[in-house]
Nanobody, 123 residues
Framework: DVQLVESGGGSVQAGGSLRLSCAVS????????LGWFRQASGKEREWVGS???????NYADSVKGRFTISKDSAKNTLYLQMNNLKPEDTAMYYC??????????????????WGQGTQVTVS
């Protein structure tokens, strides 16, 4: 089955940086879209960015230029480097994938599996 385990969250001051990690346990992980999402208290989960199976990365406008997604395939780990953090970035951050979809178009599909999340608080 699929296991996603996030880590790296914490509390930082505005302007600071954090790097989140998502350990991905799924066979042929490179075939799947992997994405980062976040959910602030009282709000719906929103997409932050994603990495498709062709290596293309897309970001939400709200984080473009500040956040960077990368992946270490040898470690099966997805990263989210967050720089110049703002109070509005405060949220629970999740990584996710769609286990039932393989290929570069799958980032447009609904995700089927999520990690437990890691909290980011910016003050």
């Amino acid at each position: 089955d699929v296991q996603l385990v996030e880590s790296g969250g914490g509390s930082v001051q505005a302007g600071g940086s954090l790097r989140l990690s998502c350990a991905v346990s799924v066979s042929s992980a490179n075939d799947y879209c992997l994405g980062w999402f976040r959910q602030a208290s009282g709000k719906e989960r929103e997409w932050v960015g994603s990495l498709d199976s062709d290596g293309r990365i897309n970001y939400a406008d709200s984080v473009k230029g500040r956040f960077t997604i990368s992946k270490d395939s040898a470690k099966n780990t997805l990263y989210l480097q967050m720089n110049n953090l703002k109070p509005e970035d405060t949220a629970m951050y999740y990584c996710g994938t769609n286990k039932y979809c393989r290929g570069s178009a799958c980032c447009n599909s609904d995700f089927s599996h999520w990690g437990q999340g890691t909290q980011v608080t910016v003050s």
